[in-house]
């Protein structure tokens, strides 16, 4: 049965650093690639940081109930193709998404037994410090970025879990115990239990 965590955080919270410890470091995970009509940034590579497409084009997979879930964001639209669900499923593996606060609350609708961790930063100080620290920002865009923020972080109460990125270390090894927690408990106990049981049963017989 394939899990589903869905990771949410304000822009400069710390969230792509830590959902890509988790990947390399816990085995069974695969990550959902987003869709978005924005343009790539940097280095990024399309496929691997996004699939990039035009805005027609994610309305028409929209009118065509191509997503799990979608939102728009500062003006541009993003996505989870139900693809990667299908793949996860198929491949027999965990399905890890980095989504906002939007996108997460109609996933949850959709997988009610997904599990659901927001990433904060520590203050609204240090979010500030770390959006200018990445100097890839105008001012006005750190502005919107910290009231965003402001309006993400009232909504922690819906999530499973939420993570307070102080210590990136220490951070990375709390989303992984979640996770692994989260696995354990996901495996119903009767499947554990009876191979254990029949040990005994077997034991009392031959007495």
């Known amino acids: 049965m394939?899990?589903?965590?869905?990771?949410?955080?304000?822009?400069?919270?710390?969230?792509?650093?830590?959902?890509?410890?988790?990947?390399?470091?816990?085995?069974?995970?695969?990550?959902?690639?987003?869709?978005?009509?924005?343009?790539?940034?940097?280095?990024?590579?399309?496929?691997?940081?996004?699939?990039?497409?035009?805005?027609?084009?994610?309305?028409?997979r929209l009118q065509n109930s191509e997503f799990l879930e979608h939102a728009e964001v500062f003006g541009n639209y993003y996505g989870t193709h139900r693809s990667a669900l299908k793949i996860a499923e198929d491949r027999e593996l965990d399905l890890v998404l980095d989504i906002d606060v939007q996108g997460a609350s109609q996933l949850k609708q959709t997988i009610p037994d997904a599990v659901t961790i927001f990433i904060l930063a520590p203050s609204r100080e240090i979010l500030e410090q770390r959006l200018r620290s990445r100097s890839s920002d105008s001012?006005?865009?750190?502005?919107?970025?910290?009231?965003?923020?402001a309006r993400e972080i009232r909504d922690y109460s819906r999530y499973d879990y939420v993570l307070v990125n102080q210590d990136l270390d220490e951070a990375a090894e709390t989303l992984k115990s979640i996770v692994r927690a989260e696995r354990v408990?996901?495996?119903?106990?009767?499947?554990?239990?009876?191979?254990?049981?029949?040990?005994?049963?077997?034991?009392l017989g031959s007495t």
């Open 185 to 203: 408990r996901r495996v119903r106990v009767e499947d554990r239990i009876r191979p254990i049981l029949r040990t005994f049963d077997a034991a």
């Open 139 to 149: 001012d006005e865009t750190i502005r919107r970025r910290l009231a965003d923020a």
């Open 2 to 60: 394939t899990g589903v965590f869905i990771i949410s955080a304000p822009s400069g919270s710390g969230k792509s650093t830590l959902v890509s410890r988790l990947m390399s470091e816990v085995p069974g995970l695969t990550f959902s690639v987003s869709y978005t009509t924005r343009k790539p940034r940097g280095r990024e590579i399309d496929g691997e940081a996004y699939h990039f497409i035009d805005r027609l084009e994610f309305e028409d």
